[in-house]
């Protein structure tokens, strides 16, 4: 473990769970598989995990995540009540408008994150982050790790993702990655809080819902959705209560909850 991300700042930017540990590492595995152990050991909600470097880093689908040195990948914990899994809170979604309102702030004026559904963050059409959501059940309850990869800096890009990824310095940013942490805190924060507490969450369900879906610019438009074991084809109409893709086929609306968008047409 190192001090190469500033640990108070790290602590300081977790406002609604402030003193939940974080661990930073130079080099590690995954750290979706490190909150993930840590969960298991009863660890509680906030409990961050930081890495400059992964070796292992996984992504949604079986797919392996590139994670060369210089790049910001980091997973989190939350724990869930009961009632918050009922109601099908879309916590991924959560994250990714979290992150792209960080990244509004932190990037120039004509940069605007974008969100591809479910959960990417796209800058100008090429991802610049990925969201991996994993739930699993301890002695504590629900664990649900959130694991974020940004493109933040320093690593190049393996050549073969060129086409299809960016990095912040590609588009005249270069935060520090503790700026990007603690903006991104200070957004998932304040709407986790919202969305879980019984008094304020339809309200801020449907905030988060239209929020989202301004950020998708397929929305309204032609799509294919690939799914494990087909592609369909339809418009997609609108995001679902719990984040899920409304797409109309044949004059009928069918909700998925995951798989893989493409526009069937340049983008609004
Ligand atoms: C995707 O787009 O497929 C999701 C990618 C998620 C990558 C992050 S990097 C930090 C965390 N640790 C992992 O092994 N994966 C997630």
Known sequence: MTTLLDQGALTAARTWCASAPVEVHERIGSTNDRVSELAAEGAPEGTLVVARLQTAGRGRRGRTWASPLGGLYFSFLL????????????????????????????????VQPE???????????????????????????????????????????????????????????????????????????????????????????????????????????????????EVVEGVFRGLSPSGGLILEREGEAKTYLAGDVEAARPQR
């Open 79 to 110: 724990r869930p009540s009961a009632e918050t899994l009922r109601s099908g809170l879309p916590a991924t979604l959560v994250a990714g408008l979290a992150l792209c309102q960080a990244l509004e702030g932190l990037t120039p004026p004509e």
């Open 115 to 229: 969100l591809k559904w479910p959960n990417d963050v796209l800058i100008r059409g090429k991802k610049v982050s990925g969201i991996l959501g994993e739930m699993s059940r301890d002695d504590a309850g629900a664990a649900l790790v959130l694991g974020l990869g940004v493109n933040v800096g320093a690593a190049e890009l393996p050549t073969e993702l060129a086409s299809t990824a960016t990095r912040l310095p590609d588009l005249g940013a270069t935060p520090a990655p503790e700026e990007v942490l603690g903006a991104f805190f200070a957004s998932f924060g304040p709407l986790w809080t919202k969305l879980t507490c019984s008094a304020t969450s339809a309200a801020a369900r449907d905030s988060l819902l239209r929020e989202a879906a301004r950020r998708m610019p397929s929305l309204g438009g032609p799509i294919r959705l690939h799914l494990p074991n």
